[in-house]
């Protein structure tokens, strides 16, 4: 997908009862009378009239069928392309255990080298929000290889810049319901919402580069919200922990491994902002109660 510094993509905007009368006239009613000398007088019997039977009511018509719902073309593959093969135990496992944070690390490192990279992302930030553990160093470098393989920034000579963001395959494939309203799956709403974020990025990647853009992005959530949040609880955890004066300390704990260098400066400046985060996460974890996959459809409109 790309985009471009000066302009913030937006998504695409895209639902007888009858009555019945019946009238019956009564029969008139005969009267039996005596002569004058205490005999009958002969009558004849009055004829019955007969009640018609009520007419059947009118059938009501059928319901209408159910609207289907309008998917744009390839639906399906676009979908199970967010499935890679060689990904399905590290998906099911997080499916199964998602307070787990070694589930996400697992997930995260086995979406890395497919192309799907937006989940390498979002499990991994997961999975350090939750404290870590013994994965982090694969995480890390996993991390930073999708950051400088698949986010691009091309600038011009007047500090422009062309954006070139791979996080998802191909474009973002939706469905259009009879209400109107329009859902796509999450990898690629992630990739779309998430350049926004990126636009104030300048190469290299370095950890102090995705400390400003994760601000940018838990700006975003904090003051508009996005299609992501109800799903990916990661968002209101980056918020609180922005709050805090904490983003960027997780930053360096999420991304050390992969950028010594970078860390040993920050430690030897801010160890003591290192130090506060980690207490801070100790109270403050990230506990998911969902565990966010890539083919599960969010609404963007």
Known sequence: MRISSSTVGSLAALVLGATFASACGSP??????????????????????????????????????????????????????????????????????????????????????????????????SYQAMGGGASD????????????????????????????????????????????????????AFEALFGRAVTGFRPPWTIAQFYDVLSTWAGIVAAHGTALDEQVELDAWLVTTAKAGHLEAFCYQLLGAAFPTELKAYKAHDAAALKAYRDFVKVTLLRPTHAPMPDELVRIE
């Open 137 to 188: 160093d694969a995480v890390a470098k996993a991390f930073a290889k999708v950051l400088t393989e698949r986010i691009l920034a091309k600038p011009d000579e007047h500090q422009q810049a062309t954006f070139n963001l791979r996080l998802a395959p191909g474009q973002m494939p939706v469905r259009r319901a009879a209400d109107g309203s329009v859902r796509a799956p999450l990898a690629h």
């Open 28 to 125: 008139p009613v005969a009267h039996v009378g005596e002569g004058a000398k205490g005999h009958p007088v002969p009558h004849q019997a009055a004829a019955t009239a007969s009640v018609p039977e009520p007419a059947p009511a009118p059938e009501s018509p059928p319901a209408p069928a159910p609207v289907e719902p309008n998917e744009s073309p390839d639906f399906a593959p676009a979908l199970a392309a967010l499935q890679p093969t060689g990904t399905e135990h590290a998906r099911q496992d997080l499916l199964s255990a998602p307070t787990n944070s070694e589930a996400y690390a697992r997930a995260a490192l086995a979406y890395a080298g497919t192309e799907v990279p937006a989940m390498t992302l979002l499990w991994g930030m």
